[in-house]
């Protein structure tokens, strides 16, 4: 299957950080946002936390996305789609030609906006794909089958729908392997997983989304001890980020909370923590901001747009 994405005429690639990986790493997970489901700037949002990234488009940041790119198999993978999903196609289309590697696959992790909407680029008022496979939950399968829009994705052939199940591997090639783990989060349409993808040499976990760690029935410290990198949920950063708001049912980690939970971890292990899907709020968004400098002086990482992980 060869898809043609080349439409998607946007700005250029742009990496704010060094990349992990380098030039012989033909395996590699690559990070194509970072923001919760709303992006940075959030629209109408224009306090002065929104209002630098409104006036200096080179602080925006898009919705969480990682691709894993497998040059050996010609082939690259889209976890997530995003509403920001054509420039995250164009700026994976920079790393991985579409005249030289096949989209082989979306996976999803859960029915919230910011994870499957970019769906509707692959209709055909946009690109008119074919064949697309998205590997989804069963309930995230019901969902696309029987509402539309979603639905005529399926009907027209946009998309082939890819079953997933619990802890049911699915083998992409003889080297890359992805396992889908459900987690407790708001399951209000379909429920929701975070990934976790084996290469030939590196492994990692994608965990976008998830309740606090303790109303999950699994080991989060030794399932990061498990990998090499664990790409955990940001949205926010401390209590009281959203003013006046009650935080305490938010149904996500705090990073304050997950680094406390983390801190009895050794430096080796805290370095394959990078911190990922971040409101508009999080300070963590913000270059050199006295969190982010947190963050990392305490042995984790915060995920920037282009970061490379060689699996």
């Not at 959030?42 to 040059?71: F, G």
Request: net charge negative; aromatic share 10%; charged share 25%.
């Amino acid at each position: 299957m060869r898809n043609s994405i080349l439409g998607f005429l946007l700005v250029g690639w742009f990496a704010i950080a060094p990349q992990t990986g380098n030039a012989q790493d033909d395996i590699f997970i690559v990070v194509l946002g970072i923001g919760q489901d709303g992006g940075y700037p959030q629209a109408s949002c224009y306090k002065p936390h929104c209002m630098r990234a409104w006036e200096n488009p080179d602080l925006k940041r898009m919705t969480s996305s990682i691709a894993v790119v497998d040059a050996g198999q010609s082939s690259k993978y889209l976890f997530e789609a995003t509403p920001d999903m054509r420039e995250q196609l164009y700026r994976l289309h920079k790393i991985a030609p579409d005249e030289e590697f096949n989209l082989d696959g979306v996976f999803l992790t859960h029915g919230h906006i910011g994870h499957y909407a970019g769906l509707m680029h692959f209709g055909h008022e946009a690109i008119g794909a074919h064949d697309i496979p998205v590997y989804a939950m069963p309930r995230m399968r019901e969902y696309l089958t029987n509402n539309g829009p979603w639905s005529q994705l399926v009907s027209y052939k946009n998309i082939r729908l890819v079953s997933l199940e619990d802890n049911q591997s699915i083998r992409l090639s003889d080297r890359l392997q992805v396992t889908p783990m459900l987690v407790p989060h708001r399951d209000e349409y379909t429920e929701t997983v975070g990934f976790r993808i084996e290469g030939p040499n590196r492994s990692a976990i994608f965990i976008p989304d998830i309740s606090k760690w303790d109303r999950w029935d699994t080991d989060i410290r030794e399932l990061i001890r498990s990998v090499d990198y664990a790409l955990l949920d940001a949205t926010f950063f401390a209590d009281g980020e959203l003013g006046n708001r009650d935080m305490s049912e938010i149904g996500h980690p705090f990073v304050s909370e997950s680094m406390s939970l983390f801190a009895d971890m050794t430096a080796e292990e805290k370095s394959r923590i990078i911190f990922i899907h971040m409101n508009n709020t999080n300070p963590l968004l913000i270059e050199g901001s006295p969190q982010q400098l947190e963050v990392e002086s305490r042995g984790f990482r915060v995920a920037r747009p282009g970061m490379r992980l060689p699996l």
